[in-house]
C-alpha cells in the first residue's frame, strides 16, 4: 500500500491484513479523470504476476494465490474491460488455463446477480459482466464469485448457465436448488468438471424468475425467486479452502458468525 491516506484510520488493522482491492464506483465519482483516481496512488497491485497469477501489465485487474486458491480481481468499472473481446477477457483466459490451483474465486465491484438496492436486469454494468464473464468463468472452472456494489446480503443456488435476465433462469440451470446453509442443509457438492458456484456474499446475487418480490423469511429483503438468502446486515465474509471443501461464512457487525 502505498498512501499513508487508509493507515491513518485503520493503522493497527492493516499492519496485519492483506488488501486486494477492486476498483468501484465509489473510487471513481470524484476523479476528473482516470489517471487523477487516488485508489491508483493508493495501492500497489501485482499487474506482473508478482503474486502468482499471470501478468496482466495493468493495476485494474491482476490475479494471485493464496494457499491453494486462486483469486482472480476483475475490473467492472471501465466499460472497455466488461466488453467480450477486450484485453481483460483475453488475459482472463490464459490466466485461467495457467493455474493449476484446488479452489478458484473470481471477484469485482458490480455483481451479476442482484434485486437488492441494484438490479441486475437494468444496469448496465452488473448485465454486462454477467452476459460476457460468467461464460468464461463458468468454462475455465471458478468456483466461487463475490461482488459488491449492491446494499444487501444475497447468495446464488448453484448455477451453470444463466446469463440472461432474470426471467429467462430455468431449472435446469440450477445445478443443486437447494439453499444449503451448512448447519442446516449441507453444503453444495460439485462434480469432477467444476460447475461454477455463483455466490456473491455480502452483496450480488442470483436473480430468479421473474415474479412479484416476496419479503424474505431470514433477513426481510424483498427478494424475487431463485434467490437463495437475502437481507441488509452490515459484516465481514470470510472463506476458508481445504482440499476437498470451501466454507463461507458472514459474521454480520451484530451477531455471530451465520
Known sequence: MRSSAPRNGYG?????????????????????SWASIPYYNMFSLPSA??????ASGTPDYYSFDYGNIHLICLDSMRASDRARTSAMAVWLRADLAATAAKWIIAYWHHPPYSKGSHDS????????????YLPILEAGGVDLVLGGHSHSYERSFLLNGHYGLSSTLTGAMKKDPGKRAVRRHGAYSK???RIAVRSTWSQGA???ERRPAEPSGDD???EPAGLARGGRPMGSGWRCASCA??????????????
Open 220 to 222: 426481510g429483503l424483498a
Open 191 to 193: 462434480s469432477p468438471e
Open 49 to 54: 504476476g508478482q503474486a502468482g497469477g499471470m
Open 121 to 132: 436486469d437494468a444496469e448496465a454494468e452488473l448485465r454486462e459482466m454477467r452476459e460476457n
Open 245 to 258: 471443501r470451501m466454507a463461507s461464512w458472514m459474521t454480520p457487525s451484530h451477531s455471530s458468525r451465520r
Open 206 to 208: 442470483l436473480a430468479g
Open 12 to 32: 493497527a488493522l492493516l499492519r496485519r491484513t492483506c488488501v486486494w482491492p477492486t476498483i468501484g464506483n465509489h473510487d471513481t465519482a470524484q476523479a476528473m
